[in-house]
């Protein structure tokens, strides 16, 4: 039986693994995790929540294509200062109020892939 989400694996262009560091680690605040070396020789990084309760692969594919409508929903705290601090690194914020009993807004890593932030409402 399934008991939890493990990771989410998204694609990367080569050679991005610095860019995504920067979105990753300064923007969302995540840390980056070692992949084991048979795999880090793939290039691409791992990164997870400090509790490493969320955890994000990006795995170098070749040809690239960002997901553009596939995407990860992230469940989290306050917001509105993810959502100032993602601008502040010039990653795009667009407010969706369609989910009934959430505030969430949708932006892009640094290569093009889709993110959903959401946060229920009390």
């Not at 080569?14 to 840390?31: D, K, N, Q, T, W």
Request: proline letters at 10%; a negative charge; charged letters at 20%.
């Amino acid at each position: 039986m399934l008991t939890a989400l493990d990771h989410v694996q998204l694609a990367a262009p080569p050679a991005s693994e610095e860019i995504l560091r920067a979105f990753y680690v300064g923007a969302l605040g995540m840390v980056e995790i070692p992949k084991p070396p048979v795999l880090a020789a793939r290039g691409g990084c791992w990164f997870a929540s400090d509790d490493r309760g969320v955890q994000l692969h990006l795995g170098i594919e070749d040809p690239f294509r960002p997901a553009l409508k596939a995407h990860p929903g992230l469940r989290v705290t306050d917001i509105e200062s993810l959502a100032e601090r993602l601008a502040a690194h010039n990653a795009p914020v667009v407010w969706d109020d369609n989910l009934p009993g959430h505030r969430r807004f949708y932006s892009t890593d640094p290569v093009g892939n889709r993110l959903e932030f959401l946060q229920p409402l009390t």
